[in-house]
């Protein structure tokens, strides 16, 4: 079909798409014989051919252009996930994702998230700002039930507040760790973790030798000490963790939820952190933006990245790498690696 699609085009200039933002030593991969780039602005106003379209990695911004665009046939999105683009983007046109480009970074966000959890970097650096020094002395009422969380003993200092006393750290060695949606992402998460020597326990879509159906996930979610969310967003993870799959989880537990903001109910949350019976670190959320006033920022047991997990400073390179890969395969006629046809297309 690759074949067929482009011999029509051979002889003619393929016309590649793409932020204007994007610096030159970037695309030095791509082709240079009957290839033209083509740099778009971010709020285009006017017509443009453009064949193999590279989307900003900006929803919103994507879904401003591509109106304007003209004659598209292939869409190399650089984002794992393509949820964002489904709706709108017309059916016959070829989608490839970014799946394996994210799996290094968003794999070390977890991993460092799970590991500033459980030491309470969060709550030293609220400290640090506050130039308040307590070691395990923390102000009454800021004391929270958690992995690791154990009261001593009350006392007041100089200052006439109560101070509660409590071992604020705990270690990742040993926990049970629950990877909810074991994909590439979930693969690199389990062997960055191997060396803490966790009880890994896995989920997907569908079962395989050791990896349980998610079917399974409310069986198995009241025994783990972390709960790490990377599935992607479907009808089936839609709401995923809502109240009754969230009061499973054991007093205490952690989830890390690296995945999309609508597969936990966000309410069902804060009720949950409010209630100080679990911690959670949320690099994605809903709403997002996460308006200023809302809940989630100030609930207690809560830290928050702003969907960031996945913007490193390599990735740039990396994804441009790939998309230019593709787009020798495109040109060759050869099949293009990542297709999202089994999504509709």
């Known amino acids: 079909m690759l074949r067929r699609c482009f011999a029509d085009y051979h002889q003619a200039m393929l016309r590649i798409g793409l932020p204007q933002n994007i610096?030159?030593?970037?695309?030095?991969?791509?082709?240079?014989?009957?290839?033209?780039?083509?740099?778009?602005?971010?709020?285009?106003?006017?017509?443009?051919?453009?064949?193999?379209w590279i989307p900003?990695?900006?929803?919103?911004?994507?879904?401003?252009?591509?109106?304007?665009?003209?004659?598209v046939k292939v869409v190399q999105c650089l984002r794992a996930g393509v949820d964002w683009i489904l709706p709108w983007l017309p059916q016959g046109i070829i989608l490839c994702d970014g799946q394996g480009l994210h799996n290094i970074p968003v794999a070390e966000w977890v991993v460092a998230a799970i590991l500033s959890s459980l030491k309470r970097f969060p709550e030293y650096r609220d400290d640090q700002r506050e130039q308040f020094w307590g070691g395990q002395a923390?102000?009454?009422?800021?004391?929270?039930?958690?992995?690791?969380?154990?009261?001593?003993?009350?006392?007041?200092?100089?200052?006439?507040?109560?101070?509660?006393?409590?071992?604020?750290?705990?270690?990742?060695?040993?926990?049970?760790?629950?990877?909810?949606?074991y994909g590439g992402i979930g693969t690199e998460v389990g062997r960055l973790l191997q060396v803490f020597e966790v009880d890994i326990v896995r989920v997907a879509r569908t079962a395989k030798p050791g990896v349980s159906a998610i079917d399974d996930l409310a069986k198995l979610i009241p025994e783990a000490d972390v709960v790490v969310l990377l599935v992607p967003l479907t009808e089936q993870t839609r709401g995923l963790m809502n109240a009754?799959?969230?009061?499973r989880m054991k007093t205490g537990a952690l989830l890390v939820n690296a995945a999309r903001g609508?597969?936990?109910?966000?309410?069902a949350l804060l009720a949950q952190l409010q209630a100080r019976r679990i911690h959670a670190v949320l690099d994605?959320?809903?709403?997002?933006?996460?308006?200023?006033?809302?809940?989630?920022?100030?609930?207690?047991?809560?830290?928050?990245?702003?969907?960031?997990?996945?913007?490193?400073?390599g990735f740039a390179a990396r994804g441009l790498e790939f998309a230019a890969a593709q787009v020798r395969r495109y040109m060759a006629g050869a099949p293009l690696e990542n297709r999202v046809g089994d999504a509709g297309y």
């Not at 900003?56 to 004659?71: E, I």
């Not at 009261?151 to 006439?160: E, L, Q």
Request: glycine content about 10%.
């Open 23 to 52: 610096s030159e030593e970037f695309l030095q991969g791509f082709p240079k014989d009957n290839v033209e780039i083509i740099r778009l602005p971010d709020h285009l106003d006017h017509e443009v051919d453009v064949e193999f």
């Open 56 to 71: 900003s990695m900006f929803g919103s911004q994507a879904a401003r252009v591509f109106p304007h665009l003209r004659g």
């Open 138 to 181: 923390r102000p009454q009422g800021a004391a929270e039930h958690g992995i690791g969380a154990h009261h001593t003993s009350n006392d007041s200092a100089p200052d006439g507040r109560q101070y509660s006393y409590r071992i604020l750290g705990d270690e990742l060695h040993k926990k049970k760790v629950l990877i909810v949606g």
């Open 244 to 247: 009754e799959m969230l009061g």
């Open 262 to 267: 609508t597969i936990v109910d966000t309410n």
């Open 284 to 313: 994605v959320m809903e709403p997002e933006p996460l308006p200023k006033g809302h809940p989630l920022w100030t609930a207690p047991n809560c830290f928050i990245t702003p969907h960031v997990a996945g913007s490193v400073t």
